[in-house]
């Protein structure tokens, strides 16, 4: 089973732009399709981006759609999350994930990273 870290995160002004990465342990990544996820104080977690397998396809939730973009290099057992124009609302702990299925709902995945905070100020 793969295990993931986060990182990545960090404190930055509304319209600026951060890249999260999520590293993975083991040589099953490319079988994995990833996800990233986010969760704010007292709010349930919501999805970001997901890409399959091979990275061909990707797909995002509307509130970061033209903003965020994910990729991933399965040489490096890595994906990523580029985030720009990062608005307030954008903060929250982002979560990666990893899973046998190209989907948008967090019981989707089954292996978690511990996650990274990422803070937008006005």
């Known amino acids: 089973q793969v295990q993931l870290v986060e990182s990545g995160g960090g404190l930055v002004q509304a319209g600026g732009s951060l890249r999260l990465s999520c590293a993975a342990s083991?040589?099953?990544?490319?079988?994995?399709?990833m996800g990233w996820f986010r969760q704010a104080p007292g709010k349930e977690r919501e999805f970001v981006a997901t890409?399959?397998?091979?990275?061909?396809?990707?797909s995002y939730a509307d509130s970061v759609k033209g903003r965020f973009s994910i990729s991933r290099d399965n040489a490096k057992n890595t994906v990523y999350l580029q985030m720009n124009s990062l608005k307030p609302e954008d903060t929250a702990v982002y979560y990666c994930?990893?899973?046998?299925?190209?989907?948008?709902?967090?019981?989707?995945?089954?292996?978690w990273g511990q996650g990274t905070q990422v803070t937008v100020s006005s």
């Open positions: 890409i399959t397998r091979s990275g061909g396809d990707t």
């Open positions: 083991g040589r099953t990544f490319g079988s994995y399709a």
């Open positions: 994930a990893a899973g046998p299925l190209f989907g948008r709902r967090p019981g989707e995945y089954d292996t």
